[in-house]
Structure formats: C-alpha cells, structure tokens
C-alpha cells in the first residue's frame, strides 16, 4: 500500500529539521542570531548584547570590533588588524570572541597570547595560565610579557605601551591583590 504523494518527503522533511535543531547544526544566520559553538550557553544568556571580537596577527598587529552578529565582529576585527598588518594574509591566525565579555593580548617576544572571558579577573587568570604553559612546556626562554591591550564589556579598547610588562600592568596586580584578600 502506497502513502499519498508528498506525505513520505514531509514526514522526512520534519525528521531532518528536527535532528538538526537537536544537534545544533541548523544554520543560526536563518534565524536572524548567531552562535559560538566553542563555549556552553546558558539559557538565561541575553542574545542581544553585541559581539566583540579580537584578532591578532603573527607579528602582534591587532584588531577589535564590536557588532550585533559574531561573524560581522570578526570580519571588522580582521579588517582593523589588516590596516595595522599591510599583508594580504596572517590576521585572524589568533581571534576570540566574546559577547559582554573582557579580552586581553599580550605579547611575549614573538609568542602572542590574548584570552576572552565574561570576568576580567577570569582573564586575567587564563593569560597567567597560558603564559606558564608556554614556558614550562614550550618556550622557556620566552621574553618578559607586555600587556598590549585591554577590551572592556562595551568594545572599549585600552591600548598600553609596549614599555608595559604584563607583571607590572595596573590590571594584573590590582587583581591578584583583589585575589588574596578574598
């Protein structure tokens, strides 16, 4: 016994839609929103706040923005980071990617390492993490970090000179003193 034409494909139709969306995998641009799939979301997280993006370039040229949709925060980092860099490929080897979030970038020699968390002292705490990786297992003799910038919640970028070692930055130690009085 043959099913009327059309109900078979419909039935199949709402099968794959549905195991899409279960998986995740359906695309976010259809539905007018964009998503990281490289950190958990709550369910209480508010989709409105802007994205902010930070990309950094081999020889530590960088860009930031900050836009309603990921993937437009990071084609505008990428392109701020071009207009430092003047070569055709390299910007957005290192981007991450935050929605009310802080980022931080340093830069250790020729090593970069920039972090994005929701807590600045969060930040913080994975830039120190990633620093003693880096030496213990990688690169002992890595030169003195310099903290390069800071962006805050709102996209606000705060440039320091390269003079600025990440140990010495006025975040750093405000936050570990914070740390310990706790």
């Known amino acids: 016994m043959r099913s009327a034409p059309g109900i078979s494909h419909k039935i199949w139709t709402c099968r794959f839609l549905t195991a899409l969306l279960l998986w995740g995998g359906f695309p976010t641009s259809m539905l007018g929103q964009s998503r ?17 993006a930070l990309t950094i370039a081999p020889d530590g040229s960088w860009g930031v923005a900050t836009e309603d949709y ?48 929701k807590i600045l002292a969060e ?28 962006v805050d919640p709102q996209g606000i970028t705060t440039r320091l000179n390269f003079e600025t070692s990440w140990s010495a930055s006025a975040i750093r130690p405000a936050l570990v003193s914070y740390r310990v009085e706790k």
């Not at 990281?36 to 902010?52: K, M, N, V």
């Not at 207009?83 to 020729?110: N, V």
């Not at 705490?125 to 800071?150: F, G, N, S, W």
């Open 70 to 117: 990921s993937h437009q925060a990071i084609t505008g980092a990428i392109a701020n980071c071009k207009r430092m860099y003047k070569k055709e490929i390299g910007c957005g080897y290192q981007t991450r990617l935050t929605q009310a979030g802080w980022s931080l970038a340093l830069r250790c020699g020729d090593e970069n390492i920039i972090v994005a968390e």
């Open 36 to 52: 990281s799939f490289d950190r958990p979301h709550s369910a209480t997280e508010d989709w409105s706040l802007p994205w902010t």
């Open 123 to 150: 930040a913080v705490q994975t830039a120190d993490v990633r620093e003693k990786i880096l030496r213990q297992d990688y690169r002992p003799d890595m030169p003195t970090c310099m903290h390069v910038l800071t």
